[in-house]
């Protein structure tokens, strides 16, 4: 059974850090790329970051590349998102998702490739 599970999600200052987790279970992780969305209310599900199955490669938009920093340790089945100088506009339900192929590039990052998720963790900054 698959199983993919983020936390670390909260209430934070704008200015400040978050580090969110994702674990999962049953979908070989070290085989697959695995992607930070984001959803907030009203909008499109955006992706913020992407890292291939090895960790040698990873993906961010323009709205958070040098602020989000994504990372992996496949012996653990972990993938982690350090988020700093967060801005209100961050404020999302953030999701960790595993790509439905193997091996795959992050190149065309998009929720349709992704076919395992978890049920998201809550980020809200405050001005």
């Given at each position: 059974?698959?199983?993919v599970?983020?936390?670390?999600g ?6 400040g850090?978050?580090?969110?987790s ?32 090895s ?8 709205s958070?590349?040098?602020?989000f920093t994504?990372?992996r340790?496949?012996?653990a089945?972990?993938l ?6 967060l801005k ?24 349709d490739?992704?076919?395992?998720w978890?049920?998201?963790?809550q ?5």
């Amino acid at each position: 059974q698959v199983q993919v599970v983020e936390s670390g999600g909260g209430l934070v200052q704008s200015g400040g850090s978050l580090r969110l987790s994702c674990t999962t279970s049953g979908l070989a992780f070290a085989t697959r790329a695995i992607g930070w969305f984001r959803q907030a209310p009203g909008n499109e599900r955006e992706g913020v970051s992407c890292i291939i199955w090895s960790g040698g490669s990873t993906y961010y938009p323009d709205s958070v590349k040098v602020r989000f920093t994504v990372s992996r340790d496949n012996n653990a089945n972990t993938l982690y998102l350090q988020m700093n100088n967060l801005k209100p506009e961050d404020t999302a339900m953030y999701y960790c998702a595993a790509d439905s192929n193997f091996y795959s590039s992050c190149m065309n990052f998009s929720p349709d490739r992704f076919g395992y998720w978890g049920q998201g963790t809550q980020v809200t900054v405050s001005s």
